[in-house]
């Protein structure tokens, strides 16, 4: 395993984030193709013992299930101080803005919600799961600044936004003397490249770590034609990213088999080796052994220039979808709010 820092933190990780969403209670959650406990606990056990020491989940993830499931094997495999924990909160929901619960009041409520999950003291990373367009961005700076000087968290990442919402943010932050974002959580891969038209310079301009999710299009970039896996078949945010553009995608996916076959390596050796080339550490997501396996191994495999040209010369621009898609929609009322909020910035 390789590791590096984290952006402007002091962070430490390994290049191989584990993403924990595939952990948690099914029955309990929004996902039918999470893996139980005992699984959870097998995988990251091997992810630690192949040196992975960068674990990210989130409150949403099957009701907060992930984070115990993680925060119970972390306590039984590995010391505190030496993983980095990173997990998420959502916006503030319809009734506690009904309620005249602030920003920065639900972000306490949520980390401490997080911490008791997880029986930790503190998280490293707490990230802003997808930007808030009904709360003024100073509550939502102020509140993670809060956290931050209690202790809670040593640093702050951000979710789900794009370039100019991270460059004031951390605009806003540098002026108040707040914690600034050092990390973005972005949707990129081989088949979804988006991230590079503005995201990726204004990360390398200002040392923003990028962490991208969904590093291998939710298993399409490990699959050969015509395999399939049962998230492939279950996982119906995934169909809405990636169906539309399938038959483009398919280009790209045969060059990934090719250059598999050529090195005697996995699609997600290929795949991760390609966006490692890019990115601090994908967030790789593991509902069985091998996908951990495989993404350790991703580590030391070099591409030639030659071999990464071929790689990125079929794509064509593809369409915002999901979350950030969503992001580009305000309504009047929601633009309203924040902007009145913004007034002090």
């Known amino acids: 395993m390789q ?75 590995a010391k505190r101080e030496e993983v980095v924990v990173a997990t998420k909160f959502l916006p503030r929901t319809n009734e506690e803005i009904e309620a005249g619960v602030t920003g920065a009041q639900h972000i306490e409520r949520m980390l401490n919600r997080s911490l008791a999950n997880l029986g930790m003291d503190y998280v490293d990373l707490y990230i802003y799961h997808m930007w808030d367009y009904r709360t003024p961005l100073y509550d939502i700076m102020e509140g993670l600044n809060n956290m931050v000087r209690a202790g809670k968290t040593r640093y702050i990442g951000i979710s789900n936004c794009f370039a100019w919402q991270l460059a004031k943010a951390n605009a806003l932050a540098e002026k108040e003397g707040f914690a600034k974002f050092v990390s973005i959580q972005g949707h990129y891969n081989l088949i979804f490249r988006e991230e590079e038209r503005e995201m990726a310079k204004l990360c390398a301009e200002d040392n923003i770590a990028m962490t991208p999710y969904s590093a291998l299009a939710g298993g399409r970039l490990s699959k050969h034609p015509g395999e399939t896996s049962k998230r492939m078949q279950e996982d119906d945010y995934a169909k809405l990213k990636y169906d539309a553009t399938a038959k483009q995608d398919r280009v790209i996916i045969a060059r990934v088999a090719e250059l598999a076959e050529k090195h005697g390596v996995s699609m997600t050796e290929i795949s991760l080796a390609w966006l490692l080339t890019k990115v601090t550490a994908p967030v790789v997501g593991a509902t069985k052994l091998h996908h951990i396996e495989g993404a350790a191994k991703a580590v030391e495999l070099h591409l030639s220039d030659e071999e990464i040209a071929y790689l990125e010369e079929p794509y064509v621009p593809h369409r915002l979808v999901g979350v950030m898609a969503q992001n580009t929609v305000m309504t009047a009322k929601e633009e309203h709010v924040w902007s009145a909020g913004n007034q002090k910035i």
Do not use: P
């Open 3 to 77: 590791y590096t820092k984290l952006g402007n933190s002091d962070l430490t990780v390994s290049r191989i984030c584990m993403g924990c969403m595939g952990f948690g209670d099914a029955t309990n959650g929004q996902h039918s193709w999470t893996v139980d406990e005992e699984h959870s606990r097998e995988i990251i056990k091997r992810g630690l013992e192949l040196g992975v020491n960068f674990f990210d989940t989130a409150i949403a993830y099957q009701s907060g299930t992930s984070e115990q499931f993680l925060g119970r094997a972390l306590w039984d495999y």
